[in-house]
């Protein structure tokens, strides 16, 4: 599809943002144009506002294969893009009732390993886009996972987690128009709510692991020589300490 003949009126990503910026606990600040979250892009969609680098380098797509093969976006040739589901058959009209962190709780019981399968995937050269459909419960999980291996402070882990809010009016439109949403959904269902006490919980299970998240990241499966290169990127130089597990 091109983006004439795309006819939706939110003809872009509206839940994107860069991870840049954010205090580290060590004293320093994460960096710009090394990791972006967003919600889905679609066929057609045109380049977002802003000063993102846009295309990333790689893109990292956590929705389930069939749901990704539905609404695929037609990314440039020099663009990485990786298939990484959190769990299988993700669909929205099987988890609206269920609390969202019990979701969560879920995912991080069940799916770990794929939670670090996915930061494994990282680009060790440009920025990366993670996303899943409306860019907040599968991404929110994934890129709070990498905050706090990189050492970011929780209040601003969840913070970013919450910014969701904003966009959420626009997630929902663009899914709604799109016909992507059971029809008992409205914007103000459970479903498209960020509360923190969900991504606290995804915090204090990487934070309790023995090691703390790096300790977690490796026994899920993480590449922490590969992590720790790309971390090498994401904090500053003032902060080149990341955390990871000694030895």
């Not at 680098?53 to 956590?62: A, Y």
């Not at 794929?114 to 886009?129: C, D, E, H, W």
Request: net charge negative.
């Amino acid at each position: 599809m091109t983006e004439a003949s795309n006819t939706h009126e939110l003809r872009t990503v509206v839940n994107l943002r860069d991870l840049g910026g954010l205090p580290t606990t060590r004293g320093g600040r994460t960096r710009t144009d090394v990791l972006l979250r967003s919600d889905a892009p679609y066929p057609g969609d045109h380049q977002p506002d802003g000063d993102h680098r846009w295309p990333p380098s790689v893109v990292i797509d956590l929705r389930a294969a069939g749901e990704a093969a539905k609404a695929g976006f037609g990314w440039p040739d020099d663009v990485e893009r990786i298939s990484a589901p959190l769990f299988s058959g993700a669909r929205l009209d099987r988890a609206v009732e269920r609390p969202l962190i019990d979701v969560y709780r879920n995912v991080m019981g069940e799916a770990a390993d794929r939670v670090a399968a996915a930061i494994n995937q990282f680009s060790l050269s440009g920025p990366t886009l993670v996303h899943c459909a409306a860019g907040k419960d599968r991404t929110g999980i994934v890129v709070a996972t990498t905050l706090a291996l990189a050492g970011v402070e929780r209040e601003s882990i969840v913070d970013d987690y919450e910014r969701t809010e904003l966009a959420i009016a626009g997630v929902y439109g663009r899914m709604h128009e799109r016909n992507k949403l059971p029809a008992a959904v409205t914007v103000d269902h459970q479903i498209f709510r960020s509360p923190g006490p969900a991504i606290e919980l995804v915090l204090a299970e990487v934070d309790s692991a023995p090691g703390g998240p790096w300790g977690w990241f490796s026994a899920n499966g993480g590449d922490v020589a590969r992590l720790e290169q790309w971390m090498s990127r994401f904090i500053d130089h003032e902060d080149s300490s990341n955390g990871a597990v000694d030895g």
